[in-house]
């Protein structure tokens, strides 16, 4: 869903997979594959930060939200739909 939100711009906060020991191996493959079969096209699609080692996460998300022009604030139409 958070996915999809990003897709859609409803969002554009940073989004990770906490990929310890391989956890999200499959999904991550799966995004790949529904990308390169033509389900997910190139310009709407989502590259998730994958970070493997959990102590590097928060680290990961704050670089990459210092990146994003995202608000800080909930958007508040995406708010009211809630």
Do not use: Y
């Amino acid at each position: 869903e958070i996915m999809t939100w990003a897709q859609l711009g409803h969002h554009r906060k940073p989004i990770v997979f906490a990929n310890v020991k391989g956890f999200w191996d499959p999904m991550l493959a799966l995004i790949e594959h529904m990308s390169e079969e033509g389900f997910i096209h190139t310009a709407h699609r989502v590259k998730p930060l994958v970070v493997n080692d959990p102590e590097a996460i928060v680290a990961a998300i704050m670089v990459a939200g210092s990146s994003v022009d995202a608000p800080t604030e909930g958007v508040q139409a995406v708010i009211d739909k809630m």
